[in-house]
T-cell receptor, first 110, second 116 residues
Framework: QKEVEQNSGPLSVPEGAIASLNCTYSDRGSQSFFWYRQYSGKSPELIMSIYSNGDKEDGRFTAQLNKASQYVSLLIRDSQPSDSATYLCAVKRTARQLTFGSGTQLTVLP | NAGVMQNPRHLVRRRGQEARLRCSPMKGHSHVYWYRQLPEEGLKFMVYLQKENIIDESGMPKERFSAEFPKEGPSILRIQQVVRGDSAAYFC??????????????FGQGTRLTVV
């Protein structure tokens, strides 16, 4: 079992729709959860962090965390073509590495 | 406040040479991660360091690869006797020290290593 699992996609949504990205993790001791966006040929960019169960909203992005289910998700509202990228889920516990999933490729169709 | 700085951005080495990749963390950050990424693949963890200490090197190949983060100066990822399979993008990320683990890591622009 991979430590962090994501659907590789590709996931395609029409412009203006909600994109839903999912991630599960295996380490119950994980404390910190992150979503990164990576455009082709570029470095990962941090877009959301979440540490407690529930929802966290930042603009068009909402991160959701359920530690009991070991599940974290990212919702992107009013998706734009510029949101087309690979989205990486990352998980961390203290004094351990920051572990990434393999990423979900999102395409927003104009 | 400058971001994470990596250099060089592009590095070409012949098989058998040494490659040295540098990473200067963000100001105030004392922790550094190194990752390797092949085209169309995910980020593979290599090593996690704090100043003068290796915290986790479980992703480092046993031979030819080493990393350091001295008290002064950048973190260095060193690859000895490079082979074509070492060709990849190498990313560094830094974070501040935080005992509770709630720390955000920020990435540099990466070094693209090509072995010819």
């Amino acid at each position: 079992q991979k430590e962090v699992e994501q659907n590789s996609g590709p996931l395609s949504v029409p412009e203006g729709a909600i994109a839903s990205l999912n991630c599960t993790y295996s380490d119950r001791g994980s404390q910190s959860f992150f979503w990164y966006r990576q455009y082709s040929g570029k470095s990962p960019e941090l877009i959301m962090s979440i540490y407690s169960n529930g929802d966290k909203e930042d603009g068009r992005f909402t991160a959701q965390l359920n530690k009991a289910s070991q599940y974290v998700s990212l919702l992107i509202r009013d998706s734009q073509p510029s949101d087309s990228a690979t989205y990486l889920c990352a998980v961390k516990r203290t004094a351990r590495q920051l572990t990434f999933g393999s990423g979900t490729q999102l395409t927003v169709l104009p | 406040n400058a971001g994470v700085m990596q250099n060089p951005r592009h590095l070409v080495r012949r098989r058998g040479q040494e490659a040295r990749l540098r990473c200067s963390p963000m100001k105030g950050h004392s922790h550094v991660y190194w990752y390797r990424q092949l085209p169309e693949e995910g980020l593979k963890f290599m090593v996690y360091l704090q100043k003068e200490n290796i915290i986790d090197e479980s992703g480092m190949p046993k031979e030819r690869f080493s990393a350091e983060f001295p008290k002064e100066g950048p973190s260095i990822l060193r690859i000895q006797q490079v082979v074509r399979g070492d060709s990849a993008a190498y990313f560094c990320a830094s974070s501040p020290q935080n005992r509770e683990g709630t720390t955000e890591a920020f990435f540099g622009q990466g070094t693209r290593l090509t072995v010819v």
